[in-house]
């Protein structure tokens, strides 16, 4: 099957638990020499809040996470151009999308704090005013980083600064509003994610909430195919607009963080038999209460487990959106899905437990599109010119029947997670019993066909023994079981980390464009390197073994092997990211290359123009998109 059955892994029907176990025990054994090494971060994180705060003696700042991460800091002296800098290095760490990528602080010791993304490690730059020390103050294994920036005494000692000065959302409720005030000068800007008010003031001001913040979100996106062939849709336009409220309340002196996000989406397409699409959803609702020891959240979220980046087959607890295939971001592609999670923080070991109440499915075309999982087979037969007006009526009649799983007790999903952490490293091992969220092709309704995977194949030398019935596309979703492991670790700048997963089975397509179902194994592993000069380099290896290979499948060998990463390299104070991703499948020679330029000039506002390149043969399964090479531009807004 294409690769959307590969990066979501298709589910599967319960197996014999020996040959189960016996199976586990090769894969693992054969990543077992990882783990005499010391591997970081519990699991992807999310910047949720920064708060700055001046005082006479100091400017604290205050990095608020979901989750306690290993981090590295660095400082950068003064040149002839740049102002000294400090910047830390949060591994497995995202920011939350409503964060702004720079805020101006323009106090006596702070000039900007800015962030940048590479691959999953979160810089955050401080741009210094002058030579400062810069300490951290906080406890590790915290989900909070707590910053001083202060001037050293003549006898080289950082002037120690009052608490409710260094931690401003952790003044306990009985802590005295004056005294806490007299520690305090308020600056005079006031940012909802750049928060620069005492938490108690906060909570006279607004209620029973300690504060509620709005944000929204604008994207637009255009495509342009560079090729462009009758069968294809040329053109492809979406417009995303998200809008949200954040709630954070104090509930037995422990902080409630809730959410509310509602998401406007729209796509078209330039094919005639494609559908345009307009959704109006609830994109996420959910309520987190955080303790020091645990905590719980409750609603429509994103959970991101495994280490690797844009191929992560431990990554299953969300679907995805697989509208544009792999042209946009694992985390762009990624929906929040309804579930109950619960998680309990020990001194070494960890423990994640999470439910879903009933099943959802990934986003995807089956006909009309580039990215369809027919590709662009219905419309090569409608625009054909030598087909009768018979075939080309049965061809744009062509439906699909999918069946899926009702919303009942039996049909629900859970997953565990045991983590445990070493000085330099973190380890986790994880199992989930679901539902595939792609679905599984039980029959097609053209017979007596045989398909070599080739978009380019002529209709004519398809359809020339072919039967046609009256069925529609039979789609089913099935059960999934995946084991895995995953682990993380630095030596000095380079990050080293992966993935191994067992999946019990995985639908492919076939050669008679129904799927197959297949037990398979799959390693990710890499490294990542980031310079004081913000160059960013990222390289990982694939390699995917399907078990009782039939040749009959398309796309994929029995060994599947593929080098992929990214390039990056920020410039002009983080104001511009030159980037290239790329895939390339060593075993047939296929590849995906997307080179881009992202500008971040203008506050709040992200333009990237890029191209997506694929070649190869048509057989293979990058190699299949080779008519879908594009040039398009993208348009991010939050306000």
């Not at 197959?516 to 799959?522: A, K, L, M, W, Y």
Request: glycine share 6%.
């Amino acid at each position: 099957m294409d690769v959307r059955y590969l990066t979501r892994q298709r589910l599967s029907e319960t197996t014999g638990s020996t040959f189960f176990v016996g199976r586990l025990l090769q894969l693992f054994a054969a990543v077992a020499l990882f783990f005499v090494i010391d591997v970081a971060p519990l699991h992807a994180a999310q910047l949720k809040t920064i708060h700055y705060d001046s005082s006479a003696h100091a400017t604290v700042v205050t990095l608020e996470l979901d989750a306690p991460v290993h981090f590295v800091r660095h400082d950068l002296p003064a040149t002839d151009h740049l102002s000294p800098r400090c910047y830390l290095d949060l591994q497995s760490t995202q920011p939350d999308k409503m964060l702004p990528w720079q805020r101006h602080v323009g106090d006596e010791r702070l000039e900007n704090i800015r962030l940048g993304v590479h691959g999953k490690t979160l810089r955050i730059v401080f741009d210094l005013q002058q030579p400062l020390s810069c300490q951290v103050l906080s406890t590790p294994n915290s989900p909070m980083i707590v910053l001083q920036f202060s001037h050293q005494s003549s006898d080289g000692l950082v002037p120690e600064v009052p608490d409710a000065s260094v931690v401003l959302d952790a003044l306990p409720a009985s802590t005295d509003k004056e005294s806490a005030a007299s520690v305090v000068q308020q600056p005079s800007v006031s940012d909802p994610f750049f928060s620069v008010e005492p938490i108690e003031d906060v909570a006279a001001s607004q209620g029973p909430f300690l504060a509620v913040s709005t944000w929204g979100e604008l994207q637009g996106y255009t495509a342009y195919d560079v090729d462009s062939q009758g069968a294809e849709d040329d053109d492809f336009y979406r417009f995303q607009a998200r809008f949200g409220a954040d709630l954070e309340k104090a509930f037995s002196q422990q902080p409630l963080h809730g959410r509310v996000t509602v998401e406007v989406d729209r796509l078209y397409y330039d094919a005639e038999a494609a559908d345009e699409d307009t959704d109006v959803t609830l994109y996420e609702a959910y309520l987190s209460l955080n303790r020091p020891q645990w905590d719980l959240s409750v609603g429509k979220q994103r959970v991101r487990w495994g280490k690797s980046d844009q191929l992560s087959p431990l990554d299953c607890i969300n679907p995805e959106d697989l509208r544009q295939f792999v042209t946009i971001d694992l985390e762009d592609r990624k929906e929040p899905s309804w579930l109950v999670r619960l998680r309990t923080y020990g001194k070494v070991v960890s423990f994640e437990a999470i439910v879903s109440p009933w099943f959802e499915e990934s986003e995807i075309d089956y006909f009309d599109s580039n990215w369809a999982l027919y590709r662009n087979l219905r419309q090569s037969i409608l625009t054909h010119p030598a087909l009768s007006s018979a075939a080309r009526a049965y061809a744009g009649d062509l439906r699909v029947h999918e069946e899926k799983p009702s919303d009942s007790l039996e049909n629900m999903s859970g997953a565990f997670r045991m983590s445990w952490q070493t000085d330099q490293a973190d380890y986790a091992l994880s199992y989930r019993y679901g539902w595939e969220t792609l679905p599984t092709i039980v029959s097609f309704p053209v017979k007596n066909i045989r398909y070599d995977g080739d978009p380019e194949t002529d209709p004519i030398t398809l359809l020339g023994s072919a039967v046609l019935t009256d069925e529609a596309v039979e789609a089913r979703f099935r059960r999934q079981k995946v084991v895995g492991a995953e682990w993380e670790t630095t030596f000095d700048l380079i990050g080293f980390r992966g993935e191994v997963a067992y999946i019990d089975k995985v639908a492919f397509l076939t050669s008679e464009l129904i799927s197959s179902r297949h037990e398979v194994g799959q390693l990710v592993t890499g490294i990542d390197y980031t310079s004081e000069t913000e160059w960013y380099f990222n390289v990982q290896t694939s390699w995917l073994h399907i078990f009782h290979y039939d040749k009959e499948l398309l796309y994929f060998d029995e060994d599947t092997v593929a080098l992929l990463g990214e390039l990056r390299k920020s410039l002009w104070r983080g104001n511009l990211d030159i980037a290239t991703r790329f895939n390339y499948t060593l075993s047939d020679g296929s590849s995906y290359v997307q080179p881009n330029l992202t500008l971040k000039y203008f506050p709040n506002t992200e333009c990237e123009l890029g191209v997506n390149i694929f070649s190869g043969d048509g057989e293979t399964w990058l190699g299949s998109y080779d008519q879908a090479d594009q040039v398009y531009a993208k348009l991010n807004i939050v306000f």
